[in-house]
């Protein structure tokens, strides 16, 4: 029988992280057109803060965290707050979509 034991985190060094030469994904805003944009929370939950400003249709931003349907972003270009929670989707339809890197 073999036992089952927690096996420690080792942190690589930097040279041998994989994900150090990744860029995190980015995504482009693609609702709220015709309500100048999509709705930015201050938090992941749903009932926290709406922030005045709304995320342009068409901004680009960078995912720092996914949880779910909700997306932590760094704004890249456009216009809006430079950084809050938005959901990638209502209903059935996109709010935001991958932006694939260049190659």
């Not at 034991?5 to 609702?31: C, E, F, N, T």
């Not at 809006?80 to 935001?96: F, H, N």
Request: hydrophobic share 35%; charged share 30%; aromatic share 2%.
């Amino acid at each position: 029988e073999l036992e089952e034991r927690a096996v420690p985190l080792v942190p690589r060094p930097p040279s041998q992280d994989p994900m150090l030469h990744v860029r995190p994904p980015r995504w482009k805003v693609v609702g709220g057109v015709g309500k100048g944009g999509i709705i930015v929370r201050e938090k992941r939950d749903l009932q926290s803060l709406q922030l005045d400003e709304r995320l342009s249709t068409g901004a680009l931003v960078e995912q720092t965290e996914l949880i779910g349907d909700r997306l932590h972003f760094a704004k890249v270009s456009g216009s809006g707050p430079e950084t809050g929670w938005v959901s990638i989707r209502m209903a059935s339809k996109d709010l935001l979509v991958v932006v694939k890197p260049p190659r």
